[in-house]
């Protein structure tokens, strides 16, 4: 199975400061069409998840731009360019390449 | 705009049966693929079910095989989750999920959630 591992577990923020968030595969991430399917989710507090970025780098609808996402392979991150107050919550990674793992979650907080 | 709204979470007995159902709108629901995602209290995400577009097809993890069965009625827009046999460890708000392709590789299509509903809470205790 394929194990995700999040770097920080806990991200104390200054609001208005960025955030990033690194997400590591215990294998490669690329299927053999050509696509990584890495994505990132949101729980705030109380909240469901949702979606924020799949295939790496794409925001899904209605994410500010703010959220970005990076990497290939192994390795990933995902950037808050300025934090807001809203931004408070469990970020997770998620795979899709190869069944479905989740990354243990980075719980974002204000410092 | 999706809409997914569960119900049916409830308190239960170790050994007994609850069903679940998530009502959808906004989408073209046989269209798509569902999911059912749980998440014990203070802990990650644990992905239970999933099923086709059709039915036809369904999918479980090895903690509720033979346990659980997922369904859906097209007709009505709503999918369900049969739980028997429930046990301590199945305590946890349980979420409905569309799919969404491109979200996972094609082979497991009913891996890659777009849109999740609030949640129902499963509480198995005596």
């Known amino acids: 199975d394929i194990v995700m591992t999040q770097t920080p577990l806990s991200s104390p923020v200054t609001l208005g400061q960025p955030a990033s968030i690194s997400c590591r595969s215990s294998?490669?991430?690329?299927?053999?069409?050509?696509?990584?399917?890495l994505s990132w989710l949101q729980q705030r507090p109380g909240q469901p998840p949702r979606l924020l970025i799949y295939?790496?780098?794409n925001r899904f609808s209605g994410v500010p731009d703010r959220f970005s996402g990076s990497g290939a392979g192994t390795d990933f991150t995902l950037k808050i360019s300025r934090v807001e107050a809203e931004d408070v919550g469990v970020y997770y990674c998620?795979?899709?390449?190869?069944?479905?793992?989740f990354g243990q979650g980075t719980k974002v907080e204000i410092k | 705009e999706v809409h997914l709204l569960e119900s049916g979470g409830n308190l239960v007995q170790p050994g007994g049966s609850l069903r679940l159902s998530c009502a959808a709108s906004?989408?073209?629901?046989?269209?798509?693929?569902m999911t059912w995602v749980r998440q014990a209290s203070g802990k990650g995400l644990e992905w239970v079910s999933g099923?086709?577009?059709?039915?036809?097809?369904?999918f479980y993890a090895d903690s509720v095989k033979g346990r659980f069965t997922i369904s859906r009625d097209n007709s009505k827009n709503t999918l369900y989750l049969q739980m028997n046999s429930l046990r301590a460890e199945d305590t946890a708000v349980y979420y409905c999920?569309?799919?969404?392709?491109?979200?996972?590789?094609?082979?497991?299509?009913?891996?890659?959630?777009?849109?999740w509903g609030q949640g129902t809470t499963v509480t198995v205790s005596s």
């Open positions: 999920a569309k799919t969404n392709p491109g979200i996972a590789a094609v082979e497991y299509y009913y891996y890659g959630m777009d849109v």
């Open positions: 906004g989408f073209t629901f046989n269209n798509y693929a």
């Open positions: 099923i086709s577009g059709s039915g036809r097809s369904t």
């Open positions: 294998q490669s991430l690329v299927h053999s069409d050509g696509n990584t399917y």
């Open positions: 295939k790496i780098s």
């Open positions: 998620m795979q899709g390449t190869q069944f479905l793992t």
